[in-house]
């Protein structure tokens, strides 16, 4: 009696604690979304029908390093962004949130017409072991995340987009030592413009347009991350040849964290502070579409795990961490099966998943999670 008790009463603050598995992929920075809340409230006992279960759905999952939340989701369901669903959020305890971590073990737990995932604890008869347990290291940072961050982290603070071309009027590199055109890390950098007392910069390409694909407007000026500087020597000017007029002497600069060469005519921005987000995957809450406006980088094509531009930001209702639809625009063809035939457009067709990570205000970037076939700047996107 007193073991079947203890055991009720272990398993319980287990699964309460299961219960908000996915929300600490957000929970040290990010605060939980009226979506996520308003789908906590219905479902936070009920968790999914068996029908929206993957075909192949295991009935337990060992959890190992490089997994992801999204991972796990996909693993379980045809939908992973219905991941609030399927781990059941407790609402009493959404403010102190749980993980999970590599070794431990998820069983799909299929009750009722209905599934949901919890955390096996205990021997194999069943028996529920209460004994205090210490940890000696800071879980944090072992906790699953909820997306590969390795593939866009170097975009959270890389990527930028202004809403006008500052870059123009940003201080610009003039020169290098010993006349060099490109620099690259540790080198020297001569530079030119209104530097106010800051110590630490961003080099940046000359940013190029971002337009609509079908309007044609200018959304926001994407900015091209070259590397990281630091300012070295003051400059100054001093007088010209005769006295009659003075030369400009530009300040000088370190090369720190070179991604690509720097070089004459590149601009500086002052460093922004780093960002260190965490993603919960969730679809939208309102209808939404829109186009690719370009791949980031060179590429023509986006492929999985690629970096896409999107003509939709936080002023159409994008936030970061939205699950969308990549469509592919089915073409025009001639329907001969008639006496006259005519012009016909084949329906639009589903590619692939689109996961988005950072929103600007009228563009976002987001990272291309599963493709049936290339994205190519004007491919639509719309909710899951």
Known sequence: MIRSHASRLATTAVTSSLLLVVCSAYAANEPVTPQQRGTAQQVAQAGVPLSELAPNAPDSHTVKRGDTLWDISKLFLTSPWRWPELWGMNLDQIRNPHLIYPGQVLVLDKSGGRARLRLAQGDPDGTVKLSPRVRSEALSDRGLPAVPMHLISPFLNDAVVFNANELER????????????????????????????????????????LRDPTTLEILGYEARFLATAEYAREGGSIPAVGGKSTLAVPATFELINVKEEVGV?????????????????????????????????????????????????????????????????????TDRTVAQPTQIKVPDERTGLLFVFRVFDRVSYGLVLQVQQPVTAGDRFTQP
Do not use: C
Not at 176 to 199: H, I, S, W
Not at 310 to 319: F, I, V
């Open 265 to 333: 005519g590149d601009r500086l921005a002052p460093a922004a502070k780093r960002e260190f987000v965490n993603f919960a995957p969730h679809a939208p809450a309102k209808p939404i579409s829109g186009q690719i406006i370009s791949v980031y980088g060179d590429a023509l094509n986006a492929g999985q795990n690629h970096v896409v531009a999107l003509n939709r930001g936080a002023a159409d209702g994008l936030e970061q961490g939205h699950i969308l639809a990549l469509l592919r625009d089915g073409p025009q063809v």
């Open 170 to 209: 940003a201080p610009r590199v003039v020169a290098a030592p010993e006349g060099r055109v490109l620099m690259g890390r540790g080198d020297k950098a001569y530079v030119l413009g209104e530097l106010n007392g800051l110590r630490d910069w961003r080099v940046f390409r000359q940013a190029t347009p």
